[in-house]
């Protein structure tokens, strides 16, 4: 069965410092994987999307990025945190046709 | 920009009463789903909807959808605690499989 890891739960980091997340998947071949965030309280906002290695699609410009470095590894990513960074940040797979979503079960980010 | 737009933005019910939430959407649509989301937690798929069909059932959960009002209402009967959680709509934008956008959510309390 296919399963999504996704880490840390919960990240403290102070402006201006860098941030790395990261989510697997296992149990399955070419998802197509997706970072969204969640403002407390909101809907969610699709981040940037991906539906290969290297194949990253941004959705709205900002101070993150996102590398697909193998087939089931999805790492979101910034050189400086902005308090306006903070929120819930979820990875999801899905398989081809796209769905149907599944979902980590997300970090807390606080940037402080 | 957003796709569907849940209503209402809060419900608060009693334990074994049913609990109705809608979906207004804008634009064509291939298929319509619903998600749930506990507090903290990521989000379980509950049901796809296609732009064919104008209801569905899966156990307690009822979903209709009208594409002439492009809106959809998800029916929770004979709801419990454990149903307390919010509950988004979510779209494939027009053109767009590969991803999904979603409403901004319906927070469900059920009261024991």
């Known amino acids: 069965s296919q399963t999504i890891h996704q880490w840390p739960a919960t990240l403290v980091q102070p402006v201006g410092s860098p941030l790395s997340l990261e989510c697997t998947v296992e149990g399955t071949s070419n998802p197509n994987l997706y970072w969204y965030r969640q403002a407390a309280g909101r809907g969610l906002q699709l981040l940037f999307y991906s539906v290969g290695i290297g194949q990253i699609s941004s959705e709205v410009p900002q101070n993150l990025s996102a590398s697909r470095p193998q087939d089931r590894q999805f790492i979101l990513s910034s050189k400086k945190l902005l308090l306006s960074d903070s929120g819930f940040y979820l990875c999801a797979w899905s398989g081809l046709g796209g769905e149907k979503l599944f979902f980590g079960s997300g970090t807390q980010l606080s940037v402080l | 920009s957003q796709q569907g737009e849940e209503d209402p933005q809060a419900l608060s019910i009693q334990e074994g009463e049913n609990a109705t939430m809608n979906c207004s959407y804008k634009?064509?649509?291939?298929?319509l789903q619903w998600y749930r989301q506990n507090s903290g937690r990521g989000l379980v798929h509950l049901i796809l909807?296609?732009?064919?069909?104008r209801e569905k059932h899966s156990g307690r959960l009822r979903v209709t959808l009208d594409t002439s009002k492009k809106s959809s209402s998800l029916l929770i009967t004979a709801s419990r605690a454990a149903d307390t959680a919010s509950y988004f709509c979510a779209t494939p934008p027009q053109g767009g499989s590969e991803k999904l956008v979603f409403g901004k959510g319906t927070k469900l309390t059920v009261n024991p």
């Open positions: 909807i296609r732009s064919n069909e």
């Open positions: 634009t064509s649509i291939n298929n």
